[in-house]
């Protein structure tokens, strides 16, 4: 009884909890999918834009170095006669004169870009004299607080005519309170005596492109970076730290959008190279912040499924105990009839199907158990004789012994062996093929061996009124079939179809497919009359037993028995054309 109440149980739980769980599975799981990709697509989009947008505002702040560098092309004179300044002792006014309009080259753009911090002109000179926008005029290197971007100058070869590097410098604005400034120094050779003599030196402001990447930030935690073509950081808001070998892995990959996970985080990267200063454009996103939408709304699914769950639980509960009740009424109503006690009393109105059902079996229970044993009986007796009527219709032993008795004295008789013994002993050996193998089932190489010596007596007997045309390839041979399935075919077809004064011919077609063996038997003679050929088969399809046509009918009663519902007998016949019998065995 445990296990009905377990497998209502189950089969209640599932009949509330699957219409409810797979509407919230698959909405939930195809709108989580569907918002998700939607995000990403929506993600990739809006991150290289805003990467394309720091390229351009970046590139655009650092055009000021080609400006820079144009305007000395186009000024050269100057240049070099502020070469000649550098290397002087003293200057004279004329050199101020000149010198102060040089100074408002750089000075110009220096005060109007808030981003520039400074901007310096080097041109080669033994006093080591350069020009810079935060002093009063020319500064000696010794006497300068920033002397750092002059050994990056002479250390960088002279095929590389822009780099970039990030340098941290301390501003002395008195004597007592020097000031460290982070800056990115971005370098332009120039060439005014000689090629390559000179350098301008733009120092950007780090905390002011920090701000300006910060601005762009539009998801909590999102970090946009910048990094020079040796993987170093140029400008970052520092809100996630990475590692140079982080950096190098990001740079590396091929894909411009890709997840990248940074010990128990998981981040979403956007990257964009730009070609004119080797920097790459970098956005870093976490994960859960692009992601929150969809997973909330899958912890929202997740909630709906426990409720569903418990429901469904609740609700099959209550119908199991119900159910369980019912039928363990009906099990009380059917132990009680069989034991012969006493009947519970019929339910006043039927409520359900257990009450229906409890109702029924209270009015038919005895006449049906009573009906069911008479039924199984009658069954078991109508097979018994049917398998003994189609096993035991003839006792072959004794014909057997006798022929071999006749063939003996038929050639002590004559003295040699004679016609009647070519009969006796193809007679005899269809009676050992029927009598040696036990087993039903032989192959069908053998079952035409003796069907041919069946067919040698027939040609005596029928005085070689027939030939037959054998039609199969060898390799059905190989095939399964029961013993003496040809030879009754072949006695119906002689018996219907020798015509007085002419030849018959019989031909057997064996072919196979990929299920079944057909075999046809075919013959020219007279035929069967209509009448006749329906009686033929209502026969063939009765139940009763035959005590006419035995061999025919009994065949096809062991095949049907053998193969079941699969195996086929077709025949067909017209009077004065012939009749064909067409067998469908499946293969074994």
């Not at 400034?181 to 971005?186: D, G, K, P």
Request: proline share 3%; with cysteine.
């Amino acid at each position: 009884m445990k296990s009905i109440y377990r497998a209502f149980f189950v089969k209640n739980l599932m009949t509330f909890l699957l219409p409810m769980l797979i509407p919230i599975i698959v909405l939930g799981a195809l709108s989580t999918y569907l918002i998700h990709q939607h995000i990403k697509e929506e993600i990739n989009h809006n991150h290289m834009d805003l990467l394309k947008q720091t390229e351009e505002n970046m590139e655009l702040m650092l055009n000021e170095l080609d400006s820079l560098n144009l305007q000395i092309v186009a000024s050269a004179t100057q240049f070099v006669h502020l070469r000649t300044m550098m290397t002087k002792r003293w200057l004279d006014h004329n050199d101020f004169v000149e010198l102060a309009a040089l100074k408002n080259f750089i000075d110009s753009p220096a005060i109007a870009r808030s981003y520039i911090d400074s901007i310096y002109i080097y041109i080669e000179n033994d006093r080591h004299r350069f020009l810079t926008s935060t002093t009063g005029g020319l500064m000696e290197l010794g006497d300068f607080y920033d002397r750092s971007w002059y050994e990056s100058f002479v250390s960088h070869p002279d095929k590389e005519q822009v780099w970039t590097e990030a340098r941290t410098i301390e501003k002395v604005f008195d004597r007592y309170s020097p000031k460290p400034t982070h800056l990115i120094t971005m370098y332009r050779k120039i060439s005014v005596a000689a090629d390559n003599d000179g350098v301008i030196v733009l120092n950007i402001n780090t905390d002011y492109i920090k701000n300006y990447l910060a601005s762009l930030s539009s998801m909590k935690g999102q970090q946009v970076l910048i990094v020079d073509k040796n993987n170093d950081v140029l400008f970052s808001d520092d809100k996630i730290d990475l590692g140079r070998d982080v950096i190098q892995q990001i740079v590396s990959q091929r894909s411009s959008f890709f997840p990248l996970d940074l010990g128990d985080k998981s981040f979403i990267i956007s990257k964009l190279p730009s070609d004119k200063y080797g920097w790459t454009f970098i956005s870093i996103t976490p994960k859960d912040a692009l992601y929150e939408v969809p997973t909330r709304l899958s912890m929202v699914a997740l909630q709906l499924l426990g409720v569903s769950i418990v429901i469904g639980m609740l609700l099959a509960y209550y119908l199991t105990q119900k159910n369980y009740a019912d039928v363990k009424a009906i099990i009380t109503t059917l132990h009680s009839a069989e034991n012969g006690k006493a009947l519970p009393p019929l339910p006043s109105r039927v409520k359900n199907v257990y009450s229906y059902i409890i109702h029924r079996i209270l009015q038919n229970f005895m006449e049906h158990n009573y009906v069911k044993v008479q039924l199984s009986e009658r069954k078991y007796k109508a097979q018994a004789m049917e398998f003994a009527a189609l096993q035991s219709q003839l006792n072959p032993h004794f014909l057997f012994n006798t022929l071999e008795t006749i063939n003996w004295k038929a050639i002590s008789m004559t003295g040699r062996p004679n016609e009647l013994n070519h009969m006796v002993e193809n007679l005899a050996d269809i009676l050992r093929y029927s009598l040696d193998d036990q087993n039903k089932m032989v192959i069908l190489q053998k079952e035409l061996i003796y069907t041919e010596s069946y067919l040698k007596i027939q040609k005596v007997r029928y005085r070689d009124k027939f030939d037959v045309i054998w039609a199969y390839d060898d390799e059905v041979k190989k095939y399964h079939v029961m013993k003496l399935i040809l030879q009754p075919i072949l006695e119906n077809c002689l018996y219907h179809g020798i015509k007085e004064n002419e030849r018959c011919l019989i031909k057997i077609k064996i072919r196979t497919t990929p299920a079944f063996l057909h075999i046809s038997v075919i013959d020219n003679g007279i035929g069967i009359k209509p009448e006749k050929l329906a009686e033929i088969r209502e026969r063939l399809e009765s139940n009763v037993d035959q005590t006419r046509h035995i061999g025919l009918h009994n065949t096809h009663k062991r095949l049907k028995l053998t193969y079941g519902e699969p195996y086929r007998l077709a025949m067909r016949s017209k009077y004065g054309w012939g009749t064909a019998v067409h067998l469908s065995i499946p293969i074994d």
